[in-house]
């Protein structure tokens, strides 16, 4: 993983700087196992951080400082857990020692085993009776067969210890083995040299039950850092266990899973706070009680209902919970039902079983059993009938309250704490305590065998590791790489593969103590070739993030209407926004706060990376990842603002060889965001206008409301037979001249015709403004015929423009050439006055690059200066 050649890399550096400074410190400081399950909870994250990070990002940044704050209450409590053996750790080493003393022998407390055989008693009841007996033999003897470890935790009476005391009434001896078989009702083994009576007596003396019991209130007591004393080492499970609730709180809102009241008086009485109300109610806390047998730690919180009148929303915390730790239910009904159906989902019951008392797992987890799965009876009269388990998706379950008073936080860890010491004498009895069991009970323990083992770590820590860990690594990942969505399958396999190997790497060294002695720093760590291609930089909030430069993800699935028209920049305006197409590709593009250029706007993610663009201002555009002097062909043509939708490829290249513009030329105006090369823009110019004038008549030919209106009226006004005191005039929506078409005569206001550009049908309009007289003489309708519809007057005018416009193409092309726009460039009326038949952009470009002496003898003497005019006349 290491490679120092690689530690003066200037983008593994960079890279590995933005990292560490994203990687929060507990993770930095975590052991390699932490690593290993971060790395493995990538490929899982939460599919609610996402939204969560969209809608709440300061709520998510909440929740990761409360992790910091639980994992450093995690660190806190270690020292006193690492204290703390299990139950079999702490016995295991002394049962050995003792063997040894006692009898001399060194033997493997876990691989040797004690034959009770007077607890190989088979089941004589009536429900045992239909069962089959050689296999109530083998389960009796199995359970009569314990590891020394095991039968010296439950320990022994004082009978037992006489000799014989263990051996059946039938005769069949007790025995210790090294290694046993049992074949059907028969055991056999090899018998190692230790008396059963003699290993009961040292159980009882050994009393290794009650040891543990001394064990676990020394652990929980003394401390192994100076000066903490037994009130501190208690305050820090408390804490732990409040960040950890407040954790679940904090997933559980983002996660929409709870309202902001009841989370917020939830968060008072973990805060300790007394008389927490809600809707002038009081909020109390219980715990829950499972066929009256209390389950240890969860915790039900909600609004006193001994005293509403109404059904009321109560929270339920259950530590862990795979499927909802901590949730707002609209009832205890509501909760009752959703408990009820996780049970059914496997290994739900398994994960559960933990809530329950070690001494009563056994019996509540067969209640649960059978009424989750009762027996019902099968088959008819004629086949006979039989019993079968069956799931019982509404069966319900004997779930009841009890209230806490005082400090929630208090009571939990004194009640963990209690459960915890029973749960231990459950498992290891102590010699007082073994004298008052039962010989059903003792046998019953060896029986339930998937119950006896102590877990202590579920009654003392919650964990939240792997859920919280997944949140940590997507995070990291979304605060170190931006667009990871877009990514394909591999990239992303090697960005966060790259990610952990850093964080693991920062940690080895920090671990190894090199940046603290002054050695080389972090070592690098091999670069993918993908993440060297990343690129960091700055969100609209100011953080920083590596992209992959692509803008594919920023390409907008989107149909601009057919006519839409760009404006002065090459923008076209729709729906509220600005489209600019680019290589096929239509984005969203808006202003930057700043000098005149233009962002790029991610379809979807509003704190997206936002590529920057500029432009020359007359249609050419360039985005961050152009290379311009890389361009060459129809590429550089279209990117000075001459799109595929105006010129076909082969019109193109026409225009390119017309104007006999140089791929040089086009490469350094786009690369320097200079206007086009001025002949190269007249040519295009006459070419889009001769396409327009092309368009308009196929489109009145064809009967389209939609032609060019501008054309139409020109048209229409040099018809020889149109009113001359009639003029017309195109405007906007808002009233706004956008040409005026005049007639012979002076035209009075009250015969001008006001044609809206922004409704279709210019010609429908012109004719509505006539009177029938004058539209008969202007369609030469014969004298006496009835008056004709619109739709047929309109389709005779538009067959007599279409003839119009071909016969005088030339006329139109150079009239309307001559109103075309171009921009104000001082001395360029003298250009065109002294060389007519210079293309007027030409004249505009010359002008503009005019020295200041020039310009001066162009504006104020209104003569040309002789390079200029040397230059004007190589473009006749």
């Known amino acids: ?61 909440a929740l990761q400082r409360l992790y910091a704050e639980h994992r450093d209450n995690e660190q806190k409590v270690l020292p006193t857990l690492d204290r703390l053996s299990t139950l079999e750790d702490f016995a295991r080493p002394l049962l050995t020692a003792a063997i040894k003393e006692r009898f001399g022998l060194d033997v493997g407390v876990d691989r040797t085993w004690l034959f009770h055989a007077g607890r190989a008693k088979v089941d004589q009841s009536f429900i045992s009776a239909s069962k089959d007996p050689m296999t109530q033999a083998n389960i009796a003897l199995r359970a009569a067969t314990q590891s020394l470890l095991k039968a010296a935790l439950q320990n022994f009476e004082a009978w037992e210890t006489a000799s014989g005391a263990m ?78 609730i407040r954790l679940q709180l904090q997933i559980a ?35 829950l009680r499972l066929w009256d047998v209390e389950l240890t730690g969860i915790v039900v919180f909600g609004k006193d209902r001994e005293v509403a009148t109404q059904v009321e929303r109560i929270v339920v915390y259950i530590p862990d919970d795979p499927i909802a730790p901590l949730k707002e239910y609209v009832s205890a009904e509501a909760f009752l039902s959703s408990l009820r159906d996780r049970m059914f989902v496997d290994g739900y019951l398994n994960f559960f079983q933990r809530f329950i008392p070690a001494r009563h797992q056994s019996a509540l987890y067969g209640k649960l059993l059978e009424r989750l799965h009762p027996k019902v009876k099968k088959g008819g009269f004629f086949e006979g009938q039989w019993l079968e388990q069956q799931a019982d998706r509404n069966a319900r379950l004997d779930l009841r309250e009890t209230p806490l008073g005082g ?53 003392v820590v919650p964990v939240l590791g792997e859920i919280m860990l997944a949140v940590t690594a997507a995070q990291l990942i979304h605060e170190v790489y931006d667009g990871v969505q877009s990514w394909a399958h591999g990239e992303r396999q090697q960005a966060f593969a790259y ?25 690098a760590v091999q670069v993918p070739e993908f993440v060297s291609r990343l690129k960091p930089v700055e969100l609209p909030d100011g953080a920083t993030r590596l992209w992959k430069p692509d803008l594919s993800p920023f390409a907008h699935d989107i149909v601009l209407p057919k006519g839409l028209q760009p404006d002065e920049l090459g923008l076209y305006h729709w729906q509220g926004k600005q489209w600019l197409p680019v290589d096929g590709q239509t984005y969203s593009v808006k202003p930057a706060a700043t000098d005149g250029d233009y962002l790029i706007e991610h379809p979807t993610r509003t704190n997206s990376y936002q590529p920057a663009l500029r432009h020359n201002g007359a249609g050419a555009w360039l985005h961050e990842l152009d290379r ?28 390119l060889r017309v104007s006999d513009t140089a791929e040089s030329v086009m ?79 002076e035209a009075t206001p009250d015969n001008v015709l006001r ?61 309307r050439y001559r109103t075309l726009k171009i921009g104000a460039v001082d001395g360029t009326p003298t250009l065109q006055k002294a060389f007519g038949g210079l293309p007027p952009m030409v004249a505009q470009e010359l002008a503009s690059h005019a020295s200041p002496a020039e310009r001066v003898r162009l504006v104020k003497d209104h003569r040309v200066p002789l390079r200029m005019a040397e230059e004007a006349t190589a473009y006749l």
């Not at 790497?505 to 103590?513: H, R, V």
């Open 167 to 244: 051996d059946s009434d039938s005769g069949i001896k007790a025995a210790v083995f090294s290694a046993y078989e049992i074949i059907g009702t028969q055991m056999t083994g090899k018998s190692v040299p230790i008396s059963p009576t003699g290993f009961a007596a040292l159980s009882r003396e050994l009393d290794l039950g009650g040891k543990y019991q001394t064990h676990l209130e020394s652990a929980f007591s003394t401390s192994a850092t100076p000066g903490e004393t037994a009130d501190r080492i208690r305050d820090n499970f408390i804490q732990l266990e409040s960040s950890s």
């Open 667 to 745: 490469r350094r105006a786009l690369h320097e965001q200079q206007p086009a090369p001025a002949l190269l823009e007249d040519t295009a110019r006459r070419f889009r206008l001769d396409q327009q004038i092309d368009r308009v008549i196929e489109q009145m030919e064809a009967g389209d409301i939609h032609a060019d209106a501008s054309l139409q009226l020109d048209l229409l006004s040099q018809e020889p037979a149109w009113p001359g005191n009639r003029a017309l005039v195109l405007v906007d929506g808002d009233g706004n001249t956008l040409g005026k078409f005049p007639p012979a005569r």
């Open 1 to 61: 993983m290491l490679d120092l050649s690689l530690a003066g890399s200037a983008p593994a550096n960079s890279h590995v700087q933005l990292i560490k400074d994203h990687s929060p410190d507990w993770l930095l400081q975590a052991e390699p196992a932490t690593h290993a399950v971060l790395r493995k909870a990538s490929a899982a994250a939460p599919k609610w951080l996402a939204s969560a990070r969209e809608s709440s990002p300061d709520q998510v940044a």
């Open 755 to 815: 044609i809206r550009a922004d409704q279709p049908d210019a010609l429908r309009q012109a004719l509505k403004g006539l009177s029938n007289k004058e539209i008969r003489a202007l369609l030469d309708e014969e004298f006496g015929a009835g008056q004709l519809g619109m739709s047929p007057r309109l389709t005779t005018l538009r067959t007599r423009l279409v003839a119009s416009a071909r016969r005088s193409r030339a006329w139109l092309f150079e009239s």
């Open 253 to 287: 809102t983002l996660k929409g899973l709870i309202s902001q009241p009841l989370h917020d008086a939830v968060l008072d009485i973990v805060a300790g706070k007394r008389n927490v109300q809600l809707d002038n109610l009081p909020v109390k806390c219980s715990v």
């Open 499 to 523: 990610l952990f190997d850093v964080v693991e790497n920062i940690a080895l060294m920090s671990a190894l103590g090199a940046a603290a002695k002054g050695g080389p720093g972090i070592a």
């Open 628 to 655: 311009p002097l890389e361009m060459e062909g129809l590429t550089l043509f279209r990117r000075l603002g001459y799109s595929s939708e105006a010129f076909s490829d082969v019109t193109a290249r026409r225009i």
């Open 407 to 459: 400090v929630l936080l208090d009571n939990l860890h004194d009640r963990k704490r209690a459960a915890l010491r029973d749960d231990a004498l459950f498992h290891g009895v102590p010699t007082a305590a073994e004298d008052q069991k039962t010989f059903d009970e003792r046998v019953q323990y060896f029986k339930d065998t998937a119950f006896n083992v102590l877990n202590i770590a579920a009654f």
